[in-house]
Each structure stands twice: as structure tokens, then as C-alpha cells.
């Protein structure tokens, strides 16, 4: 079965400090990965995806994610955080057999020290 | 363009009744996925529809169904709630999922009492 890990529930980091949000995943077919971002009170929002081709993917706000299909692994860094980064942060695949259900990772709150 | 519109978006219930929650996809989207979220559970898949047919559905009892219409919006029912059925329920709509790009919306809030 497939399925989604992001080791940590919860990450404080002091402003303009790098994070790394951690991700894993489980399946037996080929994948598409993305993270989303949920700020309070607000639905879930695509923040980046590697689809094909390199395997480090960036997103308009700084943020980077690579993959590594030997580690099933799909971690997001960013090298300096700032207090609107404050949010939860999923991880997520998409079977490429199926495409009809996308398989969510239990999310990561990161809280931005100032 | 418009984005995605959940209504209600916040309500409240009674045990034993029962909801429907409406969602309406961002033009042009076909395929509108339901979610729910809880603190404990995290985004559970609930079911996702395609032109009017459901193409996958997640591991909920009965109690939860769905359906879209023909202009793809979608409506979710919960009948016989219950104390754990209160939750943020979420819809996502997408061109296609292969797409990868999921747009949601801002939720519907459900307390059940």
C-alpha cells in the first residue's frame, strides 16, 4: 500500500535560520510528489512538484525540494525563513498507475521563531 | 477567476442528523476531491469525482456519499452524524490529477454535538 511519512509533526526554527521539512513515501509504482502549504485558517495551497525531469524543484517564495527515488524521499528546504512561513506543510504523491486519488503525509507545523 | 467555494462554511450539528456540504469547482475543472481533516487523522481522502463519476472513494463507512453534477459541482452528504465526524471538510478540484496541481477550498467546518 501506498503511503506518506513526514517524520516531524511539529518544527520550531528561529527567523532567517534554514529548515528542513522531512518526507517519505511508500509505493510500488512511480510516483508524482508535491508539497502544500496551509496557513491558518485557510485551505491547502500547491507551494511545489516534481513531476519528471530534475529532480530539484523550487517555488516562487524560496523553498526547494528534491528527489531522491533511491531514499523515496521528497524533503523541503529552505535556506532562510521568515515569520510568514509560519504554516503546515504536507507532502504528498500521486500514484502514476491511477491518478485518482492523491495520498497525503500527516503534515509538518512549522511555527518561525522571530 | 474564481477559485474553488465551499458553503457552508461553518455549522453546526446534532447527533443522528445529517449534512450536505457543496462545492464548487473552479471553472473548467472536472475532477472535484473531497478531504477530511482532523488534528488527530490529518487529510483523509474521503472520494473523487470525474465527470459525474466517482473514481475512487477512501476507507469511510457508508454514512459518507458524494456526487457532481453535470457542471462539476459536487455535494457531499454525512447522514447519522457522530461526535467523530466533526471535522474541516475540504474540496479540491483539477483539471485532471495527472495535472498534479490541486486547487482547494477554504473549507467546511462541521461541529457536531
Given at each position: 500500500a501506498q503511503s506518506v511519512t513526514q517524520l516531524d509533526s511539529q518544527v520550531p526554527v528561529f527567523e532567517e535560520a534554514p529548515v528542513e521539512l522531512r518526507c517519505n513515501y511508500s509505493s510500488s509504482v512511480s510516483v508524482y510528489l508535491f508539497w502544500y502549504v496551509q496557513y491558518p485558517n485557510q485551505g491547502l495551497q500547491l507551494l511545489l512538484k516534481y513531476?519528471?525531469?530534475?529532480?530539484l524543484v523550487e517555488s516562487i517564495n524560496g523553498f526547494e525540494a528534491e528527489f531522491n527515488k533511491s531514499q523515496t524521499s521528497f524533503h523541503l528546504r529552505k535556506p532562510s525563513v521568515h515569520i510568514s512561513d509560519t504554516a503546515e506543510y504536507f507532502c504528498a504523491v500521486i500514484m502514476k498507475t491511477s491518478y485518482d486519488k492523491v495520498i497525503f503525509g500527516p503534515g509538518t507545523s512549522l511555527s518561525v521563531i522571530p | 477567476k474564481a477559485g474553488v467555494t465551499q458553503t457552508p462554511r461553518y455549522l453546526i450539528k446534532t447527533r443522528g442528523q445529517q449534512v450536505t456540504l457543496s462545492c464548487s469547482p473552479i471553472s473548467g475543472h472536472r475532477s472535484v476531491s473531497w478531504y477530511q481533516q482532523t488534528p488527530g487523522q490529518g487529510l483523509q481522502f474521503l472520494f473523487e469525482y470525474f465527470s459525474e463519476t466517482q473514481r475512487n472513494k477512501g476507507?469511510?463507512?457508508?454514512r459518507f456519499s458524494g456526487r457532481q453534477f453535470s457542471n462539476s459541482r459536487s455535494e457531499m452528504n454525512v447522514s447519522t452524524?457522530?461526535?467523530?465526524?466533526s471535522a474541516l471538510y475540504l474540496c479540491a478540484s483539477s483539471l485532471e490529477l495527472a495535472t498534479g496541481e490541486l486547487f482547494f477550498g477554504e473549507g467546511s467546518r462541521l461541529t457536531v454535538l
Open positions: 513531476l519528471s525531469g530534475s529532480t | 476507507n469511510f463507512p457508508g452524524l457522530e461526535l467523530g465526524d
